[in-house]
Nanobody, 123 residues
Framework: VQLQASGGGLVQAGGSLRLSCAASGRTFGRFVMAWFRQAPGKEREFVSAIGWLSSTYYSDSVKGRFTISRDSTKNTVYLQMNSLKPEDTAAYYC??????????????????WGQGTLVTVSS
C-alpha cells in the first residue's frame, strides 16, 4: 500500500498550487483521506481531510483558502491551495485512515502516509 504525494514547489505569496495524492495497492474509496504539514522545527499539523462520503474538514488557518477533493475512480485526493502565505511553507503529507475514523485532525489514527511534498511560499 502506497500513497504518493506530488505537486509541491516554489510559489510567491498570493499564488496557488494543487497537491495530488495517488493511492495504490488497494482501493481507498472508504477511507478518510487527509493532508498534514510539517514546517522545520515544528510539529506535524492537520490541514484538511475528506471522508469517504466527501464530507470535508479544514484547520482554521487554511479555511477559505484551501479546498480538498477526491476522485475515487482515480484513487486520488487533491488539495487546491489558493492565496498562499509564507506561513504555509512546509512539507505536506497525505494520509489515510479507515472510514469510521472520526478524530480526523489527530494524526495518530492514520495508518498510511505518503512521503511528503515540499511547498515553499516566498514573500
Amino acid at each position: 500500500v502506497q500513497l504518493q504525494a506530488s505537486g509541491g514547489g516554489l510559489v510567491q505569496a498570493g499564488g496557488s498550487l494543487r497537491l495530488s495524492c495517488a493511492a495504490s495497492g488497494r482501493t481507498f474509496g472508504r477511507f478518510v483521506m487527509a493532508w498534514f504539514r510539517q514546517a522545520p522545527g515544528k510539529e506535524r499539523e492537520f490541514v484538511s481531510a475528506i471522508g469517504w462520503l466527501s464530507s470535508t474538514y479544514y484547520s482554521d488557518s487554511v479555511k477559505g483558502r484551501f479546498t480538498i477533493s477526491r476522485d475515487s475512480t482515480k484513487n486520488t485526493v487533491y488539495l487546491q491551495m489558493n492565496s498562499l502565505k509564507p506561513e504555509d511553507t512546509a512539507a505536506y503529507y497525505c494520509a489515510a485512515a479507515p472510514g469510521i475514523y472520526s478524530d480526523v485532525d489527530n494524526r495518530r489514527g492514520y495508518d498510511y502516509w505518503g512521503q511528503g511534498t515540499l511547498v515553499t511560499v516566498s514573500s
